[in-house]
């Protein structure tokens, strides 16, 4: 009887370490399942956030060609202004030069016929006392 009971408690045993490695088997089955999908979802989260890096890249590599395009744009009016600027300052400068030599000259002008009609007057004024 003894050798019954131990048979019994031995398939017993048995069967409920069958029972047990089924179930552990279906956890880690899950357990493998949540991984995966835990995976899955982390690869899809990466690229999406890579793409947005891009993104992101992109569009501050494409702010600072605008930035430098609009200080270049900048510079070249500031230097057309400034150029501009100058050379209306040269002609002023020129014709105030040009008018002053015109008037140096009408002075000189008037001056020698000044002289030459005092002169004039002079010899006329001796020839008469003679």
Do not use: I, W, Y
Not at 3 to 22: I, M
């Amino acid at each position: 009887m003894k050798k019954v009971v131990l048979s019994l408690a031995l398939v017993a045993v048995l069967g409920l370490s069958f029972t047990s490695c089924r179930e552990t088997k279906e956890g880690a089955e899950d357990t493998v399942e949540n991984a995966a999908n835990a995976a899955a979802d982390a690869v899809d989260d990466a690229k999406e956030a890579a793409g947005d890096a891009m993104d992101n890249a992109k569009d501050a590599a494409t702010d600072a060609m605008h930035s430098a395009e609009d200080a270049a744009t900048d510079a070249v009016d500031s230097v057309k202004e400034d150029a501009e600027g100058m050379v209306n300052d040269v002609k002023d400068a020129a014709n105030e030069a040009a008018d002053a030599a015109k008037k140096a000259g009408n002075d000189a002008v008037d001056k020698a016929k000044k002289a030459g009609s005092d002169a004039v007057k002079g010899a006329a004024d001796k020839m008469k006392g003679n």
